[in-house]
């Protein structure tokens, strides 16, 4: 039973900074690229940041200088460093995984459950 847990969303200043967690968990063969997604109220889903197996590394245009992805392989674990927050930076994130479990060697792409993040005064 694969599964991606999130943590480390809540409410916050402008200006101020926040660090997301998003640890997979269960029977894992592999993972390969690990991303943050957002989803503001009446907007699409978007890409914020995504990181490779190797540490490879893509931003939104709107984070980047402001957001650090990274990844720990040992613990399976994708963090998103966020700071100088802006209100337009409400939204629900949500954490993404490309990985194959033991039992299936094949990838499948999961999701994690959404934690939200409101940056207001």
């Known amino acids: 039973q694969v599964q991606l847990v999130e943590s480390g969303g809540g409410l916050v200043q402008p200006g101020g900074s926040l660090r997301l967690s998003c640890a997979a968990s269960?029977?894992?063969?592999?993972?390969?690229?690990m991303a943050w997604y957002r989803q503001a109220p009446g907007k699409q889903r978007e890409l914020v940041a995504a990181?490779?197996?190797?540490?490879?590394?893509n931003y939104a245009d709107s984070v980047k200088g402001r957001f650090t992805i990274s990844r720990d392989n040992a613990k399976n674990t994708v963090y998103l460093q966020m700071n100088s927050l802006k209100p337009e930076d409400t939204a629900v994130y949500y954490c993404?995984?490309?990985?194959?479990?033991?039992?299936?060697?094949?990838?499948?792409?999961?999701w994690g459950q959404g934690t939200q993040v409101t940056v207001s005064s």
């Open positions: 990181v490779t197996r190797s540490g490879s590394t």
């Open positions: 993404n995984a490309d990985i194959a479990p033991v039992e299936r060697r094949f990838q499948f792409t999961y």
């Open positions: 269960g029977s894992i063969f592999s993972i390969n690229a």
